[in-house]
């Protein structure tokens, strides 16, 4: 049985927003090109992730990772052409109560064809280690050309400790921020056909959310924001043992 069978009405079972907020925002980089310190660069695409500082892209290295190219351009078509049906009968949510997302649909997806079944599993081998218990069902996010995903923490009740997204149609900037340290910062370029991943502190100790397209310059530069889907797998939360 779906653990998740009802997300489209019910509480945003994979998001909850920090319970205090302090977004520091004359701490993070402009939204428009400016004269913004290029500093510490980290992980295996140093190009498509800028940090606050050094501390940060320590703290972070391994931990939050974008893979460009991910995707050929025909694995995106296939598998854009097996979700597009599915989103198709859901109405884009604009404003939707639970505030963590604004202009967007969303379904779960269990079963898939072969291909993409094949690209999935690559996406499994790539993020979770042998043997981790994972969700079956894989996320589907469509946000329109004027959506965005506000900061938010995954739930951690729903999902464990890695999250592993791939991008199609757009490229988008995904920023994290520290909830201890507001100051402390990483953006990830995410390019169309990539696949981030997010673990550990960068997913229990940052937010996450990808920024509107007035908002979606990376390292200064505009990255111009259409319409996006993101496919994303999750593993399990481990339970506690049973008494
Ligand atoms: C989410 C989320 C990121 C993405 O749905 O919780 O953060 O890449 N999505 O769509
Ligand atoms: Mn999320």
């Known amino acids: 049985m779906s653990l998740l069978p009802t997300m489209h009405r019910a509480p945003p079972i994979f998001r909850q927003a920090p319970p205090t907020m302090h977004r520091a925002a004359a701490r993070l980089p402009p939204a428009r090109p400016g004269p913004w310190p290029r500093r510490a660069l980290c992980g295996e695409a140093p190009a498509l992730v800028r940090a606050s500082g050094p501390g940060v892209a320590r703290r972070l290295r391994g931990q939050a990772g974008v893979r460009p190219g991910f995707l050929s351009g025909p694995e995106e078509a296939a598998l854009g052409q097996e ?45 979770f280690p042998p ?89 200064g530069q505009k990255i111009p924001r259409e319409r996006r889907i993101s496919v994303i797998c999750r593993n399990l939360p481990i339970l506690p043992a049973p008494t």
Request: aromatic letters at 10%; one cysteine or more; glycine letters at 6%.
């Open 83 to 127: 979700v597009e049906p599915q989103l198709r009968r859901r109405r884009y949510q604009f404003d939707h109560w639970d505030g963590a997302i604004h202009g967007f649909r969303e379904t779960e997806i269990a079963q898939w064809s072969e291909e993409s079944r094949e690209i999935l599993q690559r996406v499994r081998d790539e993020a």
């Open 131 to 219: 043997g981790m218990s994972q969700l079956s069902l894989v996320h589907v996010l469509d946000l329109d050309k004027s959506g965005y995903i506000k900061p938010h923490i995954d739930s951690v009740k729903f999902c464990g400790c890695t999250i592993a997204g791939l991008s199609l149609l757009s490229s988008s900037v995904m920023r994290l921020v520290s909830e201890q340290n507001p100051e402390d910062w990483m953006d990830l370029l995410l390019p169309r056909r990539s696949l981030y991943i997010l673990r550990g502190p960068a997913r229990y100790e940052f937010t996450h959310e990808i920024l509107k397209d007035e908002e979606s310059f990376f390292d």
